[in-house]
């Protein structure tokens, strides 16, 4: 039963890293570029025994020869024939458990993403309540953009120039002179 449950998290894994970065990804099959964010983010490449080269070959090695992606059942050897050369003093079974350990659970960080900058200056130029002119119109109240509505003079077409005062006022005077 635990060897079962596993499988599953191992499953979720490879799910998770194949999705990553792809809108259209199915979570069916995992790209290369996936496949060696999968294994550093899992620390199965560790520098010594195995560097990013080894797994690049290895997906290489277990892929169809047309494709560029890998199915789960190949991702599986994948792993297998990574194992030997990450636990290299274990047997083939103990180390192909012990990098299905490492592999179970896992999801793809974010590491090295770009933050916010939030330094005096930026902080400055980015608050919409210290704009002035035509860029004042732009944000409500609150601070947030109006969208089209604030880039575009919509025209408003009922017959009467802009600042007109007595604007819409004409059929009120036609049909009181009528009656």
């Not at 103990?94 to 902080?123: C, H, M, R, Y």
Request: positive net charge.
């Amino acid at each position: 039963m635990a060897e079962s449950a596993d499988m599953e998290q191992l499953l979720v894994s490879f799910k998770k890293f194949a999705v990553h970065g792809d809108t259209k990804a199915t979570g069916k099959e995992l790209n290369g570029k996936n496949w060696a964010k999968l294994c550093k983010d899992s620390k199965i490449i560790d520098g010594k025994n195995v560097t990013s080269t080894d797994v690049d070959i290895v997906f290489s090695k277990v892929k169809q020869k047309t494709s560029r992606v890998i199915t789960y059942e190949e991702f599986q050897k994948a792993l297998e024939e990574l194992a030997p050369k990450r636990f290299k003093g274990q047997s083939k079974e103990e180390a192909v458990q012990s990098i299905f350990k490492l592999v179970e659970g896992k999801e793809p960080t974010n590491v090295g993403v770009t933050k916010v900058a939030k330094t005096g200056a930026v902080d400055r130029l980015t608050d919409s309540s210290k704009y002035t002119g035509s860029h004042k119109e732009r944000f409500d109240e609150t601070g947030r953009g109006k969208g089209r509505e604030g880039r575009e003079e919509l025209v408003e077409n009922t017959g009467y120039v802009g600042a007109y005062k007595n604007a819409g006022t004409y059929d009120a005077k036609v049909k009181s002179e009528k009656e």
